[in-house]
């Protein structure tokens, strides 16, 4: 990796940490927030050839059929802003959908989790219904090429096939999310990074789960095999 990239993501990730140690004592949501808010200020100034052109486009949903990572405060996020937004009739076919698909999670062979298309609870008529809460790590997916996507698609049993993506804006994103892990740690709170479907799942059914998170105890359960080390098909 250039040094340049390299010095992104070090600015990025102290900026990030700095900002989230101040905003952590109102709550994790102000921090996660703000994590939020300094990703995208970071990228709106990055050089436009640093910025796109992206092969994404709405409607196009192949990577929200893999494995999603993310901290304790972005499942608690989604929770919260689909008891916020939803219906009672909504909230309770998603509350339905996590169950489903946490429950097939749980019933695949561990090889098997990475390797199977499925899709995520809150893709919803080909789109995200949790758009404005969507976790930090959908928030950095992105690609350059479609046919990328749909030919890992289209072949889940092969983990080493990837998509071209700008090198910029990912380090952009990772050192976001390292200055959010970062000031966590600092503050004595769960920094893990939980597989999104199962942990919303485990939120929704405990409501100890928050109460863990802000004792300083581990959030949640790690039902799923080490899905960290994951090659293409978590993010
Ligand atoms: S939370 Fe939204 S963007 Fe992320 S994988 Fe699920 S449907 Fe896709």
Known sequence: MSDRYQALRVKVASL??????KALPKGSH????????????????LPR???????CRAGCNFCCHLRVLCTAPEVFAVIDWMRAQASAEDFKQFRQRVAATAETLHGLDPDKVLRTNLACPNLVDGHCSVYAARPLSCRAYHSLSREACETSFNAPEN??????????LAKVHEGGLAGLIGALDQAG?????????TAMDEALRDPAARTRFENGERA???????IQSSGSRAF
């Open 159 to 168: 983990l080493d096939l990837g998509h071209p993506q700008l090198t910029a």
């Open 16 to 21: 990030s940490r700095e900002r989230n140690q």
């Open 189 to 197: 709170l769960d920094s893990r990074q939980y597989e999104l479907v």
């Open 30 to 45: 102000q921090a996660l927030r703000q994590t939020q808010r300094l990703i995208e200020e970071q990228t709106r100034i």
């Open 220 to 226: 949640f359960s790690t039902p799923l095999t080490d």
């Open 49 to 55: 050839d640093d910025r796109g052109p992206l092969a």
